[in-house]
């Protein structure tokens, strides 16, 4: 099994930046894949950036050029890097964790972007 503690939203003004951490509680460095999806009221969940153990990484194209996802195997942690924030990025923010074929979420992180 895998838990996984999301942290580092808030609340954060238009054109700011915010950096999530996730911390895994077994070492990453097995996991297959690793990712950030975000729920907006209302919305349905959607991916934001994901990353595989060989450190290949996904975006989503509303994301792409403005937040970068990391990992760092020795702290078993994964981040989002998030730049230029719109008002259209508040959500709910969720790690996943794709291990022995299975699919782990955290509890989620609000961030909320607002002048």
């Known amino acids: 099994q895998v838990q996984l503690v999301e942290s580092g939203g808030g609340l954060v003004q238009p054109g700011g930046s915010l950096r999530l951490s996730c911390a895994a509680s077994r070492s990453i460095f097995s996991i297959n894949a690793m990712g950030w999806y975000r729920q907006a009221p209302g919305k349905e969940r959607e991916l934001v950036a994901a990353i595989t153990s060989s450190g290949t990484t996904n975006y989503a194209d509303s994301t792409k050029a403005r937040f970068t996802i990391s990992r760092d195997n020795a702290k078993n942690t994964v981040y989002l890097e998030m730049n230029s924030l719109k008002p259209e990025d508040t959500a709910v923010y969720y790690c996943?964790?794709?291990?022995?074929?299975?699919?782990?979420w955290g509890q989620g992180t609000q961030v909320t972007v607002s002048s």
């Open positions: 996943n964790a794709n291990f022995r074929f299975r699919v782990y």
